[in-house]
C-alpha cells in the first residue's frame, strides 16, 4: 500500500521559512512526478510546485521565487522550502503522487 506523509508545518512570522518533508512508502518515487498541494480556509485545493522524475520542476506563479521544491530519491522523500512565507501561505499542504495524497500538514503564518 502507498503511503505519503508530510511534515514539517507549523506557525511562522511572517517573513519566516519552513520546509516541509513528504516521505513515501510502499513505492518507489523515482519514476514519478511529485506535486505539493495547498489548501486554504475557503479556498479552493492548488498545485503549489511539482518535480518531475528529472528534476525539472514547475511552480505556481505566487510561489515562484520563494518556494523550492527537490527530491532524494535515495530516501523516496520530497521537500518543500518555503521562504519569505506571507499570511497568504496559511494553508494545509499536501503531497500528491499519482492518485495518492498524504494527510496533510498546517503551516500557519502571523502577520
Known amino acids: 500500500q502507498v503511503q505519503l506523509v508530510e511534515s514539517g508545518g507549523g506557525l511562522v512570522q511572517f517573513g519566516g521559512s519552513l520546509r516541509l518533508s513528504c516521505v513515501a512508502s510502499?513505492?518507489?518515487?523515482?519514476?514519478?512526478?511529485i506535486n505539493w498541494y495547498r489548501q486554504g480556509p475557503g479556498k479552493e485545493r492548488e498545485l503549489v510546485a511539482s518535480i518531475t522524475n528529472s528534476g525539472r520542476t514547475n511552480y505556481a506563479d505566487s510561489v515562484k521565487g520563494r518556494f523550492a521544491i527537490s527530491r532524494d530519491n535515495a530516501k523516496d522523500t520530497v521537500f518543500l522550502q518555503m521562504n519569505n512565507l506571507v499570511p497568504e501561505d496559511t494553508a494545509q499542504y499536501l503531497c500528491n503522487l499519482r492518485y495518492t495524497w498524504g494527510q496533510g500538514t498546517q503551516v500557519t503564518v502571523s502577520s
Open positions: 510502499g513505492i518507489l518515487i523515482h519514476p514519478f512526478t
